[in-house]
């Protein structure tokens, strides 16, 4: 692709701050234009939103996300060396790049976009990546502050997120992700791409609210996968033994088999289930 703007290359970029890759901070950093244009388009209409960018990195994707014209763009970046080739890019595009140097689990995603619509786009540090995305869409408020999340994960990550029931990969995210959010894979990306490369592929998922989930108390949805995906190969019945020990009871009050496993259950199953846990165990 030809340049997106007229800043230097990123790997001049990089070479000129010193920025060698570090492990402890999850960076692989995406020099193809190609891809971050890619990711860019694929986190839907910018204009008249803010976008947050979680580890900015030298600024791949964020110079992606303001070339395909975001209105602004906030992206909180916890190495201290990439701010000067951030504050490049600000310069290059005034008022529309604020950079926030810190730790993302530590900063609160509403406070620093002030309030106005948000869309989240990254290429998510590995080591804290999950994490982040079970905070965004386990937040007491629904609707949430969001309108979309794209997001790049190691491929199993994404399998995880998107897994339907009676897959390998089906478990605790897939039922949270898939009760509140509506979405999935959209494509995946070599380590080739990366510099320096991962061990593992990479997968851009994208994921938008479901504007009304089932009625179901949180803590006790965590709970319930939390215990049948903890022993996923037992049934149900045995499984669940440890929240409550009418456990077979509550499975039948929601219509479930207690000689069922975990991962044939769907997310109404598991909503069910949480909401008869709950209606005898509140928290
Ligand atoms: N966005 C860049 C790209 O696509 O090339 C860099 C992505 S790299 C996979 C992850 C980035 O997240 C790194 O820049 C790293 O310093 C940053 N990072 C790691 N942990 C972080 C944290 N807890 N909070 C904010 N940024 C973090």
């Not at 910018?46 to 960018?53: A, P, Q």
């Not at 964020?62 to 201290?80: F, N």
């Not at 937040?139 to 998107?162: H, N, Y």
Request: aromatic residues 6%; contains cysteine.
């Amino acid at each position: 692709m030809a340049q997106i703007d007229t800043l230097p290359p990123l790997r001049e970029v990089i070479a000129t701050h010193g920025l060698n890759a570090k492990k402890s901070l999850g960076q692989n950093f995406l020099l193809d234009l190609n891809l971050t244009s890619r990711i860019a388009r694929s986190a839907g209409n910018l204009e008249d939103c803010t976008v947050l960018e979680i580890g900015p990195g030298p600024g791949g994707l964020t110079r992606a996300l303001l070339a395909a014209g975001a209105k602004k763009v906030v992206a909180i970046e916890k190495d201290t060396r990439c701010l000067p080739a951030l504050a490049e890019i600000s310069d290059h595009y005034p008022g529309r790049l604020e950079v926030i140097e810190g730790d993302a689990l530590d900063i609160d995603p509403v406070a620093v976009t002030g309030g106005d619509k948000v869309r989240i786009a990254a290429n998510l540090p590995y080591n804290v990546g999950t994490q982040l995305l079970i905070n965004w869409i386990t937040i007491p408020q629904w609707p949430p502050f969001w309108l979309s999340l794209t997001l790049m994960f190691q491929k199993e990550v994404g399998e995880r997120i998107a897994a339907q029931p009676g897959s390998k990969a089906y478990g605790r995210l897939g039922v949270l992700a898939g009760w509140r959010c509506k979405g999935g894979i959209l494509f995946d990306i070599s380590p080739k791409a990366f510099t320096p490369p991962p061990k593992v592929t990479s997968a851009v998922v994208h994921l938008t609210p479901n504007a009304s989930p089932l009625p179901c108390d949180l803590k006790a949805l965590e709970r319930v996968t939390a215990a049948a995906f903890g022993q996923r190969r037992k049934m149900l019945r045995a499984s669940l033994k440890s929240l409550s020990p009418d456990a077979e009871t509550l499975i039948c009050e929601a219509g479930l088999k207690p000689t069922a496993r975990a991962e044939e259950i769907d997310i109404a199953g598991f909503v069910a289930l949480a909401n008869a846990f709950n209606s005898v165990h509140p928290d």
